[in-house]
């Protein structure tokens, strides 16, 4: 969702935004340190895609 928001057209472009506001990502509850590329990646091929699909349909509506 926030590549979506901020027009990014990659996992590097989310990547890139949050280690630029890296220490906003605490308050966010993502921890302090900074997340790896490769953290995105595993989630992304073990999270089922169905909660963000309805969670997209859910904010259009």
């Known amino acids: 969702m926030f590549s ?3 027009n990014g057209n990659s996992l ?3 990547v890139v935004a949050l280690e630029l506001h890296h220490d906003k ?9 900074p997340i790896a ?11 089922d895609y169905r909660i963000f699909e309805d969670f ?3 904010i259009m509506e």
């Open 4 to 6: 979506q928001f901020s």
């Open 12 to 14: 590097h472009d989310v």
């Open 25 to 33: 990502c605490y308050h966010l509850g993502m921890g302090r340190n």
């Open 37 to 47: 590329k490769t953290t995105f990646v595993s989630v992304n091929q073990n999270q």
């Open 56 to 58: 997209a349909f859910f």
